[in-house]
Nanobody, 126 residues
Framework: QVQVVDSGGGLVQTGGSLRLSCAAF????????VAWFRQVPGREREFVAG????????RYGDATRGRFTISRDKIKSIVYLQIKYAETTDTADYYC???????????????????WGQGTQVTVTS
């Protein structure tokens, strides 16, 4: 069993930076992929970024590529999401998710992730 706990959300001004953290607990040796999603009310959960647990292969969503950076500290079992040049459209609840499978062709689909954090809210103010 794996548990993930996300944190680090808060208020940030347009153009500012924020770092989110996703801590994994339990049988982390079984993990293959960890990802970040975000969601605003009334809209579907959107893939933000993902990283393989062992090799560091990364993927980004179209809206975040170039401004967000995902990284992982394997020793600490933490995955980070660095938000830079924040925009008001980045305002959302951000969720960490983990799965036992590799990226494949479905990595951007929330349904393939078995483990989810409780969410952390990011608000970007103009």
């Amino acid at each position: 069993q794996v548990q993930v706990v996300d944190s680090g959300g808060g208020l940030v001004q347009t153009g500012g930076s924020l770092r989110l953290s996703c801590a994994a607990f339990g049988r982390t040796g079984t993990l293959r992929t960890v990802a970040w999603f975000r969601q605003v009310p009334g809209r579907e959960r959107e893939f933000v970024a993902g990283i393989t647990w062992s090799g560091g292969d990364v993927r980004y969503g179209d809206a975040t590529r170039g401004r967000f950076t995902i990284s992982r500290d394997k020793i600490k079992s933490i995955v980070y999401l660095q938000i830079k040049y924040a925009e008001t459209t980045d305002t959302a609840d951000y969720y960490c998710a983990a799965r036992l499978g590799s990226f494949g062709n479905t990595y951007a689909s929330p349904s393939v992730y078995a483990y989810w954090g409780q969410g952390t809210q990011v608000t970007v103010t103009s």
